[in-house]
Antibody
């Protein structure tokens, strides 16, 4: 069974750094893109960026380029989303998800999701 | 960036009735359109891909149609467990984008 398990809730102060994680299991971690999606409180879904663990290719949304960093460690089948200096506006729930593949073709849509990591940034 | 616009924002439907949700793209995405269902406190769940193909395990009452810029998700006979927010997502362009969502309420 494919599973993505994310790290737990975080409460941080503005200006602090943060790194959250997403551990994949039940499949070959290197062979599927992982995406990070943000959901602000009571709002919709926003694509932040993707990483392909096989060769560490990364794509960022223009809205998040330079604001966050996406990375992965194949040895522990885990993807990461990192901030160096949080702002209150970074609060929200962050989901990771795995791309969907069928009949040897893969697409940038997502059929397995993590449970979400709530992040609260407040003074 | 391809902008995805969903309507209506909120839809109230009686159990057993049909629910019709719309999604419009700012430019053609051919059939590279997915629909997701998100229930309160849960991550999204893939319902439809390729505009009209149901994902594994999705009940037959969910159907998708459309191509180009206009898409529809239909729930043929609404059940109480279908209370959720539904999102469309285009994957035609590498900068994927989601619609703002339609909240389906049970009347």
């Amino acid at each position: 069974e494919v599973q993505l398990v994310q790290s737990g809730p975080e409460v941080k102060r503005p200006g602090e750094s943060l790194k959250i994680s997403c551990k994949g299991s039940g499949y070959s971690f290197s062979d599927y893109w992982i995406v990070w999606v943000r959901q602000r409180p009571g709002k919709g879904l926003e694509w932040m960026g993707n990483i392909y663990p096989g060769d560490f290719d990364i794509k960022y949304s223009p809205s998040y380029q330079g604001q966050v960093s996406v990375s992965a460690d194949r040895s522990i089948s885990t993807a990461f989303l990192q901030w160096t200096s949080l702002k209150a506006s970074d609060s929200g729930i962050y989901f990771c998800a795995r791309q969907f593949c069928r009949d040897y073709t893969c697409y940038f849509l997502f059929d397995s999701w993590g449970q979400g990591t709530p992040v609260t940034v407040s003074a | 960036e391809i902008v995805m616009t969903q309507s209506p924002a909120t839809l109230s439907v009686s159990p057993g009735e049909r629910a019709t949700l719309s999604c419009r793209a700012s430019q053609s995405v051919t059939s590279d359109l997915a629909w997701y269902q998100q229930k309160p406190g849960q991550p999204p769940r893939l319902l439809i891909f390729g505009a009209s193909t149901r994902a594994t395990g999705v009940p037959a009452r969910f159907s998708g149609s459309g191509s180009g810029t206009e898409f529809t998700l239909t729930i043929s006979s609404l059940q109480s467990e279908d209370l959720a927010v539904y999102y469309c997502q285009q994957y035609n362009h590498w900068q994927i984008t989601f619609g703002g969502g339609t909240k389906v309420e049970i009347k």
